[in-house]
């Protein structure tokens, strides 16, 4: 692993690594792409694994995969300890690794702002194995609430309550309404489908809060078509596994919180504190470059370019980070060879959401438009952003059955849901032993 | 559930169970199925699973789902905890259940002939959860051996060694052998492909004990062209995680060894120990009657058959369980009626074996052929018994895909390698929470 070249390690498989990471092929430098899982995750379509639409593996690929062939590059699967910026280095799960570049494209994870309580027992899903805990906790309550010993036990059980109406959430809701209106009253006919409620709980006054008018205002009347309570301008105080209570002191007894509220950076150990702004997302300039270090860049969720056009940033959606990462590439390698550099200019293609079968949301531009041809304006533009033809082919196969069937194909409790804090004690296990990888 | 009819409760949703509850739909009694999972599995294809072929998915159908509209039926997700015969009633983790007829389909798991050792080391590939995790200690290892300090410590991580030549022996290491032909050549580039090895070890002198000379001998041609050493008349004396000693004092050194060398019954608790022979299996007449009680039956592999046409019973394959499940419908029914029962005559459709990509082997009758029709045959015997359109179509798409681009699908490390001593204290923990459920 020593040519002479620059070496450039990237911190993460998600979109903006992989992006990065493909620009560099050819090119004169080393690169070193690391992650903790050893497959890229359309994050997009996590939901549709939470809800049993779709199988795991349809929407991940082997990063090993995406860079056959391109020679200048290595891969590991690992966890990245600590960055030593000072001597450009990174410790690791696998051993020290030395950078010249170090790109932080790490991501974000589900944020409960402080609040451990909500954290512990609420349900996030930002990557795969959360989606299919996610799937098995729902699964498992439907089964227990059949023999639930009390009318109370059983409401408990049979309300989903999703927090957060951003696109997730308004998809999370929508994607549960329908496994209730078509597969749960042909799968559980002892059970009065009637009892089963979903509430989508928003703190501000609208859903999708950066789409046009008419978007929020549609998606809100295709929820509730759909049978979903919307909660809007309401924070959630608390959550302790069973009760949930908001701030103006309304209550919900539920034993599935799916959170979808907000995120917030994965920022690597050993970085000043002071590059870290709102949100734990790294300052970046208008190059991605880290504003304390002349040496690491970050891109994507992680990355927080604040300036008078974005005084919060970027939306951390995936075609932030592919441009980020697209344009970082030609970057360092005009950094290496003297050049100039160019600054980040996001090319915002428009948002969309679906809630269900023929019922979703699209915005391009000045362009708004809803229901069914937004529906599979919704689909292709997924489908063609899927890594992989196998992965595109499986699951344009799975939407076509379930449009004609109205059912869904992977309901599976595949492994039983498990509780955070024995993920986070295995984790801790296994990480130690010989093959370097955690649970989750 | 107190329909005053006869309540039959069947004990496992594997093949013969399902069909048993099937023929039971409109007739006038209750039926009551209990497993441990909320699925279905075609075992056939659980090695396609654990070698990166298919989606864990694709081979498990919903339990409900197959009984969707069965109006006499009551599935429920738990485990047998104890069967008290005198009582006529089950122990289970959801509390007491009663019956009049008893069935117990529970299945078969791996036989370690009471080898302690090799138990805890070696690894069973009997469920959807063990397939999986085999997936993910594969391609973990795979990963470890790129960064193994001592060429001894790489060598043990590159040698896998599946222990048993039947067909699920024969078809998993015919699948790693294409896993490396196929695949890891493009994914491993840093890798020397040739010191990936595999062994597969048969105590008797043959592989495919059961099947024609032809087949025997065909096969072993066929896994020999992939590149796996066989060792026939070979017994394995000990395994402790690195170090596998055969009988004969050879040795090999690995992490991997994958179990296939035998079945036992999974008995339930509480059941007379002297209707149990050899393998753990139940003795059972001629109508599947357990021969100590008047109202407990088993079927499948859990059975054993024994007469003088059949002095070890029958062969523990799908065909059976699914035939004796469909007798016993009709004997339980008639019984109720005071009409004759009838005897179980298995009628042998003849058996099959897949190696690899083109090579295949297939004995009916009298009639044995090899080869690349022997492949297609085997190819679509299983897609048309695979239960459910959704994974005929998923299944054939992967295959259809695999054969033209030469590569696996779904190699992702989704949930990382547990050792079982792990698992065992998770599911304890899991079984006594009010999830009903254990993890594997």
Redesign the interface.
Known sequence: MNSGKPKIVIVGGGFGGIELAKKLRKKAVEVVILDK???HTFQPLLYQVATGGL????I?F?I??IF??Q?NL?F??TEVQKVIPQENKLLTT??EITYDYLVIATGSTSNFFGQDEIQENAMPMKS??EA?NLRS?I???L??A??APTPAAEAELLNFVIVGGGPTGVETAGAIAELKKHVLK?????LDIQKVNIYLIEGSPELLGPMSKQSQEKSQKFLEELGVTIYTSARVQSYDGSLLTLADGRTIHAKTVIWSAGVKGVVLNGLDPTCTVRGNRLKVDKTNKVDCYDNVYAIGDVAAMLSDETPNGHPGVAPVAIQQGKLLAENILNKIEGKPTSHFKYFDKGSMATVGRNRAVVDINKIHFQGVFAWFTWMFVHLMTLV????K??VF??WV?SYF?Y?R??????????KKA?IIK?ND??RSS??????S
Chains 1, 2 share one sequence.
């Open positions: 899982h050893n497959y199988e795991a593996d349809s991940a082997p090993r995969k056959k062939g020679k290595t590991r699967v696998i051993g795969i194995p299919l906790l699964l498992q309550h089964e227990a059949l023999i042909n799968d559980y006919p002892e992989g033809f196998r992965n082919l499986v196969v799975n059955w069937s059912d194909g992977t309901r599976l409790i595949i492994r039983p849901f498990l024995d295995l296990k296994y010989e093959t370097q990888e955690g649970v």
